[in-house]
């Protein structure tokens, strides 16, 4: 119930782009704030892109000017659009769902299952 799942991730060369997609399950998802967030190896986890379910985003430094949000209620599916790919984008990405938080991390209530982005040639 209000669990975020359905991320598909894969490996990208360097300046390329990807598409995650998060499906949410329970309730309609424009209900929920839908946030990415990602870990790379010995870093802490970091939120990257947020929607409210006003239709708001808010972003993480590392989303800013590359990365978008967006959200397709008849899927209830949200998606984090990457462009300008690069190495140290890569990390595992999680969608999570909140009904107060949104791109911090300890607030979220639901987490889907992670997915491997690697950026590398």
């Known amino acids: 119930r209000g669990a975020a799942a359905g991320v598909w991730g894969g490996l990208v060369q360097p300046g390329g782009s990807l598409r995650l997609t998060c499906t949410v399950s329970?309730?309609?998802?424009?209900?929920?704030?839908i946030g990415w967030f990602r870990q790379a190896p010995e870093k802490e986890r970091e939120g990257v892109l947020c929607?409210?379910?006003?239709?708001?985003?808010s972003y993480g430094d590392s989303a800013k000017g590359r990365f978008t949000i967006s959200r397709d209620n008849a899927k209830n599916t949200v998606y984090l659009q990457m462009s300008s790919l690069n190495s140290e984008d890569t990390a595992v990405y999680y969608c999570?769902?909140?009904?107060?938080?949104?791109?911090?991390?300890?607030?979220?209530?639901?987490w889907g299952k992670g997915t491997q982005v690697t950026v590398s040639s």
């Open positions: 999570a769902a909140s009904l107060s938080s949104c791109l911090e991390d300890y607030g979220m209530d639901y």
């Open positions: 329970g309730g309609s998802v424009n209900w929920w704030n």
């Open positions: 929607l409210n379910s006003g239709g708001s985003a």
